[in-house]
């Protein structure tokens, strides 16, 4: 049994569906970024970042979503989510899940946490203006050189699926023009079809 | 055979110091920075992100560090440089990794990187007073909670530590007072002392 910490309308919906993809057994506990219960002790005290998502395990607690992903991969090798026979197969699914992770959500978190790396409101507002070149450049790299297509690593499903869905959630609020990339936004609209996401996306609102 | 595209003082040291580690067969190729090497037409086919570091294989060219440190582990294993059997440990040992890509490096940039996520000179000079909080933060969160010790998971040696050296070598460029963090600094000069080590950043500042 898994316990996944998530809020809806973040990057935890990538591990939120891939769990469903899993067939795994898990549970959701919300945590109330309205009221930052992320920044609360008894949050803390499961991730010192002060951030979803996390997942507790038998083992312990994860947190990070590209260690999260293959971790559910790994768990549950029957599902099929991950090449997990091929060291470089894996590699090029990792390289691609970590550029999400440092490079484009890092880019769309300038439009409303640049409280982590500046001060001044002025310095927040010029980042806010940039959003849609920087995260328009992500885009336009991974339509052009990354989304091998259909799948984001090919003719497989994998991880990598349900991680640049989540994050193509935003892109339209990032002022990132869709029209300019229509393999990631047909990519979008088929996960959306798909009964897993429904389900995942329709849990997190409801509850 | 692998080419692993470097430049020196950057986190390609990451991998150089793993490639050594797992006895790889490799060559080094230098990116220019000075020039602008890495946003060269030459570069850019190799790696259209241009940055280091990157790495050719016979089966194709891989970026990004945590993806290149795991796929290094796994191609050697005889080398036991990740917990290849255990999903658990090994997605504790890659969250570290994803730590430092999408938050400690990502906070380090904003000194000398600003014009990634913003336009305005007050902007850069506004993102480079926050660096020593920013990064101090990382890096007391590493001390405190995620650095296992005497190696970054604990007993054995992974490619955890030649990637927290590596930026470790930046702290106090960045105005973080490694006072706060000895077990930081311990594990950094620990790996300073490895032969693979000193062997890595002697070769890098040699071409």
Same mark, same amino acid.
Request: hydrophobic share 45%; glycine share 4%; aromatic share 10%.
């Given at each position: 049994?898994? %316990?996944?910490?998530?809020?809806p309308?973040?990057?935890?919906?990538?591990s939120?569906?891939?769990?469903?993809?899993?067939?795994?057994?898990?549970?959701? &506990?919300? +945590?109330?970024?309205? #009221?930052?219960?992320?920044?609360?002790? *008894?949050?803390?005290?499961? #991730?010192p970042?002060?951030r979803?998502?996390?997942?507790a395990?038998?083992?312990g607690?994860?947190?990070?979503?590209p260690?999260?992903?293959?971790f559910?991969?790994?768990?549950?090798?029957?599902?099929?989510?991950?090449?997990? #026979?091929d060291? /470089?197969?894996?590699?090029?699914?990792?390289?691609?899940?970590?550029? =999400?992770?440092?490079?484009?959500h890092?880019a769309?978190?300038?439009?409303?946490?640049g409280?982590?790396w500046a001060?001044?409101?002025?310095? /927040?507002?010029d980042?806010?203006?940039?959003?849609?070149?920087s995260?328009?450049?992500?885009?336009e =790299?991974?339509?052009?050189?990354? =989304?091998? @297509?259909?799948?984001?690593? *090919?003719?497989?499903? %994998?991880?990598?699926?349900?991680y640049?869905f989540?994050?193509?959630?935003?892109?339209?609020?990032d *002022?990132?023009?869709?029209?300019?990339?229509?393999?990631?936004?047909?990519?979008?609209?088929?996960?959306? @079809?798909?009964p #897993?996401? &429904?389900k995942? +996306?329709?849990?997190?609102?409801?509850?």
């Open positions: 049994m898994f %316990t996944l910490y998530y809020a309308y973040t990057c935890s919906l990538a939120h569906i891939a769990l469903e993809d899993a067939g795994a057994t898990y549970q959701l &506990k919300r +945590i109330d970024f309205g #009221n930052t219960e992320q920044q609360s002790p *008894g949050y803390l005290a499961i #991730n970042k002060a979803v998502p996390a997942m395990t038998p083992r607690i994860l947190t990070e979503t260690a999260m992903l293959a559910i991969a790994q768990s549950f090798p029957e599902a099929r989510l991950a090449p997990m #026979n060291p /470089f197969a894996f590699a090029e699914m990792q390289s691609f899940n970590s550029y =999400l992770c440092s490079t484009l890092v769309h978190a300038h439009r409303m946490r409280h982590r001060d001044d409101p002025a310095s /927040f507002a980042m806010q203006r940039k959003v849609p070149q995260v328009g450049a992500c885009y =790299l991974i339509e052009s050189r990354m =989304l091998k @297509g259909p799948w984001v690593m *090919g003719e497989a499903y %994998t991880i990598a699926d349900p640049l989540t994050l193509a959630q935003w892109l339209e609020d *002022g990132v023009d869709p029209s300019r990339i229509p393999r990631v936004i047909e990519h979008r609209a088929r996960m959306m @079809g798909m #897993n996401v &429904k995942s +996306i329709a849990e997190e609102l409801a509850i």
